[in-house]
């Protein structure tokens, strides 16, 4: 129904930077927000960024806000991660995410039905 195939990821050295990559295709109409979630090893799984496409509100995590941007391309179809100012404590798998049609806040990490496969981000002290 909806396919997101994430890219991007890679090893860097703390503070330098990432941009990641997720290509969406499908019914993306059926689709009303973006995500970023990450899971680092032995943690739990978190939403990092999110954009709502009706509204194009954004959300950033405490730990993320002011080095991560999201954003979309103008044709709609493919959403980013600009990662600045890498640390390591942001190694992790990172994944791309759509949820549905819904009224939750964009904070909310409720309504995510597809994921992308993944893409691996290590940041080295």
């Known amino acids: 129904q909806v396919r997101l195939v994430e890219s991007g990821g890679g090893l860097v050295q703390a503070g330098n930077s990432l941009r990641l990559s997720c290509v969406t295709s499908?019914?993306?109409?059926?689709?009303?927000?973006m995500g970023w979630f990450r899971q680092a090893a032995g943690k739990e799984r978190e939403l990092v960024a999110a954009?709502?496409?009706?509204?194009?509100?954004?959300f950033y995590a405490d730990s993320v806000k002011g080095r991560f941007t999201i954003s979309r391309d103008n044709a709609q179809n493919t959403v980013y991660l600009q990662m600045n100012i890498l640390k390591p404590e942001d190694t992790a798998v990172y994944y791309c995410?759509?949820?549905?049609?819904?009224?939750?806040?964009?904070?909310?990490?409720?309504?995510?039905?597809?994921w992308g496969q993944g893409t691996q981000v290590t940041v080295s002290s």
């Open positions: 995410a759509a949820r549905g049609l819904t009224f939750a806040p964009v904070s909310s990490t409720v309504g995510y039905l597809y």
């Open positions: 499908g019914r993306t109409s059926t689709t009303d927000g």
């Open positions: 954009i709502s496409l009706s509204t194009a509100t954004t």
